[in-house]
């Protein structure tokens, strides 16, 4: 069982990285997510904070609460979703830490280390460290631009996988190829596994989406038939693109909250509409 010392552990291991200093092309924390969600999570100029810390749980043995981020309002919705939030003046180390800095959505997230009663002590990635931007470091940071705090549930065993049945696919809430394939096949469009030619600017509304996925330029992104068969579906301007709109429509249609981001439990319902269709 991980508890909030072992992530404290390997988050202090890492201070001193720098992605300046990193011969291979994008983060360590952005390759590793991408071996789960696609290479474009690898490359260059991704920030990489959110990663970091989903790399930090990851590597301690333990899933970061909500499932694997890689943008900040994701993260807080699914934590939040799953009953964690604390008050951020009682934050206690360990503690995912969010920031804000300029009064719109969160922009920054880190995790921490000592609550000094006015200000926090984090461990961050993506930061300033020694005047090198882009590293992993300690951190003072102030109330002011501290938006939401949330307490993972260390200690607690790991919940067991939930085995699939026969035939059908694993209800895990990252929609893949596999998953891809069943709704092409549901859809009675071409099976190869493949959502093609989606506009980059809409991954940020599918942060669960895994392999499969073509992301593209948006002024070059062409859309998919299986998403356009799907729109019809549900009553969604059927432009073959899956955004904000359509992932709303797809949450009305399964009957889960309308956030407009296609997390775990989106994705987790839409796996089970396929299996039993």
């Known amino acids: ?11 202090a291991g890492e201070i001193g990285y720098s992605r300046w200093n990193d011969a291979q092309s994008g983060t360590k924390y952005g390759r590793d997510y ?60 360990g503690d995912i830490v969010f920031f ?13 280390e000592l609550n000094k009663g006015g200000y926090l002590q984090t461990i961050e990635g993506n930061t300033s460290y020694r005047g090198k931007t ?24 790991a919940p067991a996988a939930r085995p699939a049945p026969v035939g059908s696919l694993t209800v895990d809430g990252w929609f893949g190829a596999q998953s891809i394939r069943k709704l092409q096949a549901v859809m009675g469009t071409p099976q190869d596994g493949v959502i093609s030619s989606q506009p980059s600017s809409n991954r940020a509304w599918v942060p669960n989406a895994s392999t499969g ?14 998403i356009q068969a799907w729109q019809r ?37 839409w796996q089970t509409w396929l299996n039993q269709h």
């Open 34 to 93: 991408a071996t789960r969600h696609g290479a474009w999570y690898g490359s260059n100029g991704v920030s990489y904070c959110a990663m970091f810390v989903t790399w930090l749980f990851r590597r301690a043995g333990m899933d970061v609460p909500g499932g694997d981020f890689a943008y900040c309002p994701y993260g807080i919705a699914q934590m939040r979703r799953a009953g964690l939030e604390v008050n951020k003046y009682n934050a206690r180390p």
């Open 134 to 157: 882009g590293s992993v470091a300690r951190k003072i940071r102030y109330w002011g631009n501290v938006c939401n705090v949330f307490r993972p549930r260390y200690g607690a065993p």
């Open 1 to 11: 069982m991980v508890v909030a010392n072992d992530i404290l552990r390997v988050a």
């Open 213 to 226: 996925w073509e992301w593209a330029a948006n002024r070059h992104a062409k859309g998919s038939v299986v």
């Open 100 to 112: 804000d800095w300029d009064g719109g959505v969160s922009d920054h997230v880190g995790v921490v």
């Open 233 to 269: 579906k549900i009553g969604a301007a059927p432009d073959g693109f899956i955004g904000h709109g359509t992932v709303r429509a797809t949450q009305k249609f399964l009957g889960v909250a309308q956030d407009g981001y296609a997390g775990k439990i989106t994705m987790s319902a």
